[in-house]
């Protein structure tokens, strides 16, 4: 049984940071891409980040160029979401998921999703 189980998600102010992790099992971890999406309240989900199993190269949506950065450690069968300068507008449910070989970062493509974690950034 493939899981997918996102944490970190946390109330935080305007330009801290938080971690976020996904960690998998039931799955070969290396053999898939691994996206990080949102969706805030009354808003569509969005891709934030994607990170290729094949030579970890990213993608990040334009909004979060600079202040996100995707990672991943196969060993551990986990991702990572380091998001730095958070703004209001960073507020979501952020999920993980996983797409098996290179990805297109899109949602309608990923094969496995976790639950999300809640991001709030307010003061």
């Known amino acids: 049984q493939v899981q997918l189980v996102e944490s970190g998600g946390d109330v935080v102010q305007p330009g801290g940071s938080l971690n976020l992790s996904c960690v998998t099992s039931?799955?070969?971890?290396?053999?898939?891409?691994i996206g990080w999406f949102r969706q805030a309240p009354g808003k569509g989900r969005e891709a934030v980040s994607c990170?290729?199993?094949?030579?970890?190269?990213?993608y990040y949506v334009d909004s979060v160029k600079g202040r996100f950065t995707v990672s991943r450690d196969d060993a551990k069968s986990t991702a990572y979401l380091q998001m730095n300068r958070l703004n209001p507008e960073d507020a979501a449910v952020y999920y993980c998921?996983?797409?098996?070989?290179?990805?297109?970062?899109?949602?309608?493509?990923?094969?496995?999703w976790g639950k999300g974690t809640l991001v709030t950034v307010s003061s």
């Open positions: 039931g799955l070969i971890f290396d053999y898939y891409s």
């Open positions: 990170i290729s199993n094949v030579d970890s190269s990213t």
């Open positions: 998921a996983a797409d098996l070989g290179p990805t297109l970062c899109s949602d309608d493509g990923m094969d496995y």
